[in-house]
């Protein structure tokens, strides 16, 4: 059963989540031919709305609508009336009166494409709220391993770094719980929170993580943004610690582990210049399959019941 909104990872069911990742396979097979475009959406208007700075999120979603040929506009939050004060609502209304049929929407404010999702006809897809989720991060995530892992089950994800602002976090580990992954969080202490989901490990120590013996290390970019305190002495000192330096990488690599990181990178925090290179570095794979996993992701809702929910 098709759904109107994709909010977050954790009201989906497995069934929902492996079609999903299903649907993605012929969609990425697309991009291999000279015409690279279906006409599933055609007609289907799909607004784009980002309170947030995004490249590549942005620029994913965008192309997965156009090459499902639906109509892409760009709502120009920075130039328009939302910075002279219109609510949330007001906007919410315009888009309506124009008969917007999907609406993207990244806002810094956790629970927000919720709301939005509750005024609109329309389809509302989270393309990330806060520190809360990121859902289609979550999906080319988990598309991205089952690639290097067709049965995943019992493979093991070491999570490095900003945990406690990361949505990313957050929707990925939930993801991989319920596809049958083991967990685990590296950070220092002030970023590795202690609620959150359960059976998740938590370290505080890189060799204590790496004796855990993952498959894949999964680095997240430390969110300067959201951190209003300081969690750490300093960013070189975080990358001595917790960072992929050239020797941790040789390590890495003699072990034939699996590397990802959503993106954006910062070099020489998270992972040094040498990780770009080597060969198990998944970093474009994921942007690549995060085209797919959004068109499935597109293609499934369905817009039209007022009030649908993730
Ligand atoms: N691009 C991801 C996000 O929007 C990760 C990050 O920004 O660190 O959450």
New binding site residues.
Partial sequence: MPRKDLLDIAGLERGEIDHLLDQAVPFKELFTRSVKKVPALKGKSVLMLFYEP?T??HSSFEVAAKRLSADVTNFDVPHSSIVKGESVRETVETLQAMRTDYIIV?HGRSGLPGTIAKMTRASVVNA?DGAHA?PT?ALLDAFTIKEKFPDPTGKRVLIVGDILH???ARSTSTILKKLGLEVAYLGPGSLVPKNGPENIHRFTNYDEAMAWSPDIVYL??V?MERQEVQYFPSLREYHKLYGVTDERLKAISDKGLYLMH???VNRGVELCDAVMDYERTLINDQVENGIAVRMAVLYWLKPGVLGGEA
Avoid: A
Wanted: glycine content about 12%; charged content about 25%.
């Fill in positions: 995004s590549r999120t990244r990330g990121h991060q990361s949505r990313v997240l970019r969110q959503p993106g954006p």
